[in-house]
C-alpha cells in the first residue's frame, strides 16, 4: 500500500500518474467523495462523485478502509477494490490526506509505504493553484489554510520528497516503491525460495562436511 500525501499544489497527482503509467503491477485506489467534480475530472476516474448520504451509508456499513473530511468535504477509501488488488499480489496507490493515512497505519502499519510530497517553496504552491484555474479563490484560500496543519505532519510519513523537478521527484517515488518491493518482510516467498537452493547446494555438495554456521 503505497501512500501519496501533500498540501494542494505540491504536484502530487502528476506524479502519481506517471506512476501509475510506468508500474504495471500498481493499481490505484479510487476514492469515493461528496466534493463537486471539477470540469477536467471523469467519476470513476479521479474519483467517484457521491452524495453525502451515500457517503454515510458506505461509511456506516464498514464499506470504507478509512475516510476523512477535507476542506469541508467527505473522501474515503472503498475497501473491496483496495482488498482484491492486495490479494492478487498488486500494490495499491493511495492518494489520501493525514487523516487517512493515520488510519491505515491502525490497521495495518507494516503493510503500508507513505511519502509526503512537499512543494519547493510556498510561492510556488500558490502559483500551481492559480494555474489550474478550477477552484475559485475561496476554495485555494481553504486549501492554503488547510495546508498548514498538513505540512506539520510531513514526520510522521516514511519519506518526504520535495518536488522542486518534476522528473527528479518522480524518480526519487518510483525508486521508493522498487525498493519497497524488494523489502525481506514483505517477502512471503523469499524464505522457501532460499531454502530450496540450501537444499540443492547441500544435495550436491553432500551433506558430509556442510555445517549451518559454515553455511
Ligand atoms: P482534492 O479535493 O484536491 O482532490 O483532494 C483533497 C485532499 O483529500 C487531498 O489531500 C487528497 O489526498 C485527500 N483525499 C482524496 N481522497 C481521499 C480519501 O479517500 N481519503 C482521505 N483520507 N483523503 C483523501
Redesign the pocket.
Known amino acids: 500500500m503505497l501512500v ?5 499544489g505540491a504536484g ?2 502528476t506524479i502519481a500518474r506517471n506512476l501509475l503509467g510506468q508500474e504495471t503491477s500498481l493499481s490505484l ?1 479510487i ?3 461528496t ?1 463537486p467534480r471539477r470540469t477536467s475530472e471523469i467519476d470513476g476516474v ?2 467517484h462523485f457521491i452524495s453525502r448520504e451515500k457517503f454515510e451509508l458506505m461509511r456506516d456499513r464498514e464499506e470504507l478502509l ?3 473530511e ?2 469541508g ?1 467527505y ?3 472503498p475497501r473491496d477494490p483496495v482488498e482484491q488488488a492486495l490479494r492478487s499480489g498488486r500494490d495499491v496507490l ?4 493525514i ?3 493515520f ?1 491505515l497505519y491502525e490497521r495495518m502499519r507494516e503493510d503500508v509505504v507513505s511519502i509526503f510530497i512537499l512543494p519547493p517553496s510556498i510561492a510556488e504552491m500558490k502559483s500551481r493553484l492559480h494555474r489550474r484555474a478550477e477552484d475559485a479563490d475561496d476554495v485555494i484560500l481553504r ?1 492554503l489554510k488547510t495546508a498548514v496543519g ?1 505540512m506539520r505532519h510531513w514526520s510522521e510519513y516514511d519519506y518526504v520528497v520535495v518536488n522542486d523537478d518534476l522528473s527528479r521527484a518522480f524518480l526519487a517515488v518510483q525508486s521508493i516503491l522498487r525498493a519497497e518491493r524488494h523489502r525481506r518482510s514483505r517477502s512471503a516467498a523469499i524464505g522457501p525460495f532460499i531454502d530450496g537452493m540450501v537444499d540443492d547446494l547441500r544435495r550436491e555438495l553432500g551433506e558430509a562436511g556442510v555445517s549451518d554456521a559454515e553455511g
Open positions: 501519496l500525501s501533500s498540501p494542494s502530487k497527482s485506489s476514492s469515493v467523495t466534493r479521479h474519483y478509512e475516510w476523512a477535507v476542506h468535504n473522501y474515503g477509501t493511495f492518494d489520501i490526506d487523516q487517512g493515512t488510519q486549501r498538513e
